[in-house]
C-alpha cells in the first residue's frame, strides 16, 4: 500500500510539470513566489552551467544564492550538468527529492508507528494542497525538507541500532549540514537537532555498555557515558556541524546574507531584528496568519498535531508528579496510551521552532510555512495511528472510529482531486513557452536581457540576464552601462525595471525599437531591443539637430510675432492719427464768444485817463 501511495503522489508531481502554478493557492495568501522565484533561485547554476562562470560580469552584483546556499547551487549545477539546463529539469530536481522524502518519512512512521500511522502521515502531507503546489516546482524548500527528513532518518536509525553510532551520526549532521547551506531556514532547527543527537548518543552508549545505572546521580551516569566510543563519535559529529556552521556564520559575505534574510523575513526595517521578531511573535498567537494555517493551510495536520502535543504535556506533567510523590511512574492508558519517542519529541521540537519563527514574521507566504508541515503531519499521522489501533471498548465504536477515519481520508483525497483537476485543465504552460517566443523574436545571436520576468523569458535560451532590482543590486548608472544590456523585457508603466533605467540611464533607453510580445500568466509584456552605442550617438546627433531646429523655429516664431505686434500698433497709432485728422461735415457754427470792449483810441496831446495833466510850459 505504501508503493502504491507513493506511486500516486509521484504522478501527481510528474503529471503535465510544465504547467504554471496556481494564482492563488490558499486562500488568504498573496504570496508571488511560486512563479517568481524559480528561475532567481537558479540563476548561478544555470550560468556556470552554460558559460562555466558564476557571475557573467564583473560588475554583476546579484551573487545572492552562492554565498548563503552553496549545497543548492552546487547540486543544482550538476543536475544541469547531467541533464541540461530548462525549466522541466530544474523542476525535477526538486520534485525527486520531494518523492525521496515522502517515501523515507511513510517508511519511518511504518517501523515507527505502524502502517495506519505511515498510511496516514503519507496522505496528510503528500496530497496537502500547498505542498503539493509548491513540490512541483524549483524551490528550495522541496530540498530543504528532504534533507530534514533525512537527518531524522538517520536519528531514528542510531536509536535502532546504537551499534553503528558512528555512521548514523555523521549522517545526522551530514544531512542538517546540507539542510542547512540549502536555506538558512534550516539554522532555526539547530539547536533542537544537536540536544537530540547529544542525547540519543549518550543512550546509545549505554545501551551499548550495557549500562543499568537509572538509581545514580546523574553526573556518574554522564561519565560512565561520555567513556564510550559511541557517545565520543557523536559528539565529534555535533562538533563538527558546528565548527562547519561556524566557519560558515564568520563568513563576512554570509554574515551580510544572513541580516539582510533576517531583515527581511521579520520586516525589522531600521527596527532591532531581535525587536521586531519579539514583537509580531507576542501578536502572532492572536493573529489572523495563526488562523490561516489551521484552518486554511493545513487545517487537519495542524489541529490533530495540536492533540498530540496536548497528549505529550499532559504526559510529561503525570510523570512530574509522579516523580514529586515518589511514585512509579505511571503507564498511559486510553487515550493517552502510548508513551512519545525520541522521534516524536523531536518532531515535536522541530514543528515549534518552526511555527515560533513563522509566527515572529509577518509575512503571509506558504514557502516559509512549508517548513513545519512534514512534523506537524509526522505528529498527526501518530493520532490517527494510535486511534486506528486503539482497544476500543467494543467492535461497533471500533467500526464507527475506523469509518469516520476512512471518511475523512477520502474526503480529502476527493478534495485535492477535484483541484488538482481543475487547476490542470485551466492551467497554461506560459513558462515553459515564453523562451521559444524570445528566440522568435531576438534570433539567434548574443543577447543581455533584463527586466522584471526577464529570467522567466530568457531561461531555456542561451541569451544572458542580469537582475536588476532598485536599491539592491545592480542599480547604479556605471554598473547599468557595464552590463552592456540589448535587451528589456517589460510590462509597461509598471514594471521596476523600466523605470529604474528611465530614472537611472534614460539615454539608453534613446532609439530602442519594440520587436513585439510575449505571453506570460496572462500578461503581455513587451520586448524592446535598445540602439547601439553608434545609434545612440546618431539618435542624440539629431535629437541635438531636432532640439536646434525647434529653438531657431521657436525664435523666428518669436520674431515674427514680435514684428507683428510692432505693426499692429503702428497701423492702430496711424488710423487713431486718421481719425483725428478728419472733421464732420458739414463744419459745427462756431459758438458766440463775448468779446470785451477796448478803450477808445486817445488824442494825441489829450492826457492819459485818470491821471493829472502835466502844467504845460509856457512857450
Not at 276 to 285: E, K, N, S, V
Not at 466 to 485: C, H, M, S
Amino acid at each position: 500500500m505504501l508503493a502504491a501511495l507513493l506511486v500516486l503522489f509521484s504522478l501527481l508531481r510528474l503529471w503535465k510539470l510544465e504547467l504554471d502554478p496556481p494564482g492563488l493557492v490558499v486562500p488568504g495568501y498573496s504570496g508571488q513566489a511560486h512563479f517568481r522565484d524559480e528561475a532567481a533561485k537558479a540563476h548561478e547554476a544555470r550560468n556556470y552551467a552554460k558559460w562555466q562562470r558564476w557571475s557573467l560580469s564583473e560588475v554583476d552584483e546579484y551573487g545572492f544564492w552562492r554565498a548563503q546556499s552553496p549545497a543548492w547551487v552546487w547540486g543544482e549545477y550538476l543536475w544541469f550538468r547531467s541533464f541540461g539546463v530548462g525549466l522541466l529539469q530544474a523542476r525535477m530536481f526538486v520534485v525527486v527529492q520531494t518523492i525521496v522524502a515522502l517515501a523515507l518519512l511513510m517508511w519511518l512512521a511504518m517501523i515507527r508507528h505502524g502502517l495506519p500511522a505511515a498510511l496516514a502521515t503519507g496522505l496528510l502531507l503528500g496530497l496537502n494542497w500547498a505542498y503539493l503546489v509548491y513540490s512541483r516546482l524549483a524551490l528550495m524548500e522541496g530540498a530543504l525538507i528532504c534533507w530534514l527528513i533525512v537527518a531524522t532518518v538517520a536519528l531514528s536509525q542510531l536509536e535502532r541500532q546504537p551499534r553503528q553510532a558512528g555512521r548514523w551520526s555523521m549522517l545526522a549532521a551530514g544531512a542538517m549540514l546540507i539542510a542547512c547551506t540549502i536555506k538558512q531556514t534550516g539554522l532555526l532547527v539547530v539547536p533542537a537537532f544537536s540536544v537530540a543527537l547529544c542525547l540519543l548518543g549518550l543512550r546509545a552508549a549505554g545501551v551499548v555498555a550495557g549500562l543499568d545505572d537509572a538509581d545514580a546521580p546523574w553526573r556518574a551516569r554522564l561519565m560512565a557515558r561520555l567513556r564510550q566510543r559511541e557517545a565520543r563519535v557523536t559528539l565529534v559529529a555535533v562538533g563538527t556541524l558546528g565548527l562547519a556552521l561556524a566557519l560558515l556564520v564568520f563568513s563576512p559575505e554570509y554574515q551580510q546574507r544572513l541580516a539582510f534574510n533576517a531583515v527581511h523575513f521579520t520586516a525589522a526595517g531600521d527596527q532591532s531584528v531581535l525587536g521586531r521578531a519579539a514583537q509580531t511573535l507576542a501578536r502572532g498567537f492572536f493573529s489572523a496568519r495563526l488562523q490561516r494555517m489551521f484552518l486554511l493551510l493545513a487545517p487537519w495536520i495542524m489541529w490533530l498535531a495540536t492533540l498530540e502535543l496536548v497528549r505529550v504535556v499532559v504526559l510529561a506533567l503525570r510523570d512530574r508528579r509522579a516523580r514529586k510523590r515518589g511514585e512509579p511512574r505511571p503507564e498511559p492508558r486510553g487515550l493517552l496510551e502510548g508513551r512519545a519517542d525520541p522521534i516524536d519529541l523531536w518532531m515535536l521540537a522541530w514543528a515549534i521552532f518552526a511555527l515560533l519563527a513563522n509566527l515572529a514574521s509577518p509575512h503571509r507566504a506558504i514557502r516559509f510555512q512549508l517548513v513545519m508541515l512534514p512534523p506537524a503531519a509526522w505528529l498527526a499521522g501518530a493520532v490517527i495511528g494510535r486511534a486506528w489501533l486503539h482497544r476500543w471498548p467494543s467492535p461497533s465504536w471500533r467500526r464507527v472510529v475506523r469509518g469516520s477515519l476512512v471518511i475523512l481520508a477520502l474526503l480529502g483525497i476527493t478534495l485535492t482531486a477535484v483541484r488538482f483537476v481543475t487547476w490542470t485543465r485551466n492551467a497554461e504552460a506560459s513558462t515553459a513557452w515564453i523562451g521559444d517566443e524570445l528566440r522568435e523574436l531576438i534570433g539567434e545571436r548574443e543577447a543581455v536581457v533584463v527586466g522584471e520576468f526577464a529570467a522567466q523569458a530568457v531561461f531555456e535560451t542561451d541569451y544572458r540576464h542580469f537582475y536588476v532590482r532598485p536599491n539592491q543590486f545592480n542599480f547604479t548608472p556605471e554598473i547599468l552601462y557595464e552590463l552592456g544590456i540589448t535587451h528589456l523585457v517589460s510590462e509597461g508603466e509598471d514594471d521596476f525595471v523600466e523605470e529604474l533605467l528611465q530614472d537611472a540611464v534614460p539615454e539608453l533607453l534613446l532609439g530602442r525599437r519594440r520587436l513585439g510580445y510575449v505571453g506570460f500568466r496572462g500578461r503581455q509584456l513587451a520586448v524592446w531591443e535598445l540602439a547601439s552605442p553608434e545609434r545612440r550617438a546618431e539618435v542624440e546627433a539629431w535629437m541635438a539637430g531636432e532640439a536646434e531646429r525647434e529653438e531657431l523655429s521657436r525664435k523666428a516664431k518669436r520674431g515674427r510675432a514680435s514684428k507683428e505686434q510692432r505693426a499692429k500698433a503702428s497701423k492702430r497709432r496711424r488710423m487713431e492719427r486718421s481719425e483725428a485728422q478728419c472733421l464732420p461735415e458739414p463744419l459745427p457754427e462756431p459758438e458766440a464768444v463775448p468779446m470785451t470792449k477796448l478803450p477808445a483810441p486817445r488824442l494825441r496831446g489829450q492826457p492819459a485817463r485818470g491821471r493829472p495833466s502835466a502844467p504845460s510850459l509856457p512857450r
